[in-house]
């Protein structure tokens, strides 16, 4: 039985990046942070999150990624198994997620990460758009 708090689909909200000592960083898929993701009641997914500004500086890199599979939700933890991505690497593996709902946001802590240069802790805060 999937957990109906997850049901449904939300639209990304904010993102905050922080380094191991706690310093916040520049936000995770930039300033205008755009997303959705579908969770549906018969354990499937679908995400898509990227950088929004029509334009980026000359040199950056727009900030992208796409995925969809079969997930778990034990009210806690997410874990999707990745069967389609923007990043061949994932395929074929697991992503794992805390959640945790406060103030009508899912917040999703994905595990510490490269980004940017930097070993960061993210935070992706979404808002239900429909059930």
Not at 72 to 85: C, E, I, K, Q
Request: charged fraction near 20%.
């Amino acid at each position: 039985m999937i957990d109906p708090r997850i049901v449904g689909t939300w639209r990304l909200k904010s993102t905050i990046g922080r380094d191991d000592a706690g310093t916040v960083l520049a936000p995770p898929y930039g300033p205008v942070a755009m997303g959705l993701v579908v969770f549906q009641a018969d354990g499937r997914i679908m995400a898509v999150l990227c950088d929004g500004r029509p334009a980026l500086p000359s040199g950056e890199p727009r900030q992208f990624i796409s995925y969809a599979g079969n997930y778990t939700f034990d009210g806690a933890t997410l874990s999707t198994r990745v069967d389609a991505s923007s990043d061949a690497g994932r395929v074929g593996g697991d992503q794992v997620r805390h959640v945790r709902f406060e103030g009508g946001l899912m917040v999703l802590d994905p595990p510490r990460r490269l980004y940017a240069g930097v070993m960061q802790h993210q935070e992706l805060a979404w808002e239900r758009v429909s059930a």
